[in-house]
Nanobody, 116 residues
Framework: QVQLVESGGGLVQAGGSLRLSCAAS????????MGWYRQAPGKQRQLVAV???????NYVDSVQGRFTISRDNAKNTVYLQMKSLKPEDTGVYYC??????????WGQGTQVTVSS
């Protein structure tokens, strides 16, 4: 069974940067959208950024201009480059893949903590 493996989370000071990666454990046929979601303590999971198969991107307003989502279709991998991090960016970050053959698939989550 295919799994999504996330990496790159950690503890960083405000203003710092992190790069998250999410790779599929094996090839997935026809991946459509790939996205990153964030769940802050006591809050619902929310979409942070999404990238389509063709490379179109969308971001939540709070990260616009600071975060960049990208993907490598050959490696079934999605990335999230995060710069100018703020304490309010703290949370568990989950990657999500929408694929024709398997539907929606989630990663296990990676913790990002931004200290002030």
């Amino acid at each position: 069974q295919v799994q999504l493996v996330e990496s790159g989370g950690g503890l960083v000071q405000a203003g710092g940067s992190l790069r998250l990666s999410c790779a599929a454990s094996r090839s997935i046929f026809r991946i459509n959208d790939m996205g990153w979601y964030r769940q802050a303590p006591g809050k619902q999971r929310q979409l942070v950024a999404v990238i389509s198969r063709g490379g179109s991107t969308n971001y939540v307003d709070s990260v616009q201009g600071r975060f960049t989502i990208s993907r490598d279709n050959a490696k079934n991998t999605v990335y999230l480059q995060m710069k100018s991090l703020k304490p309010e960016d703290t949370g568990v970050y989950y990657c999500n893949v929408e694929a024709t053959a398997i539907g929606s698939l989630w990663g296990q989550g990676t913790q990002v903590t931004v200290s002030s």
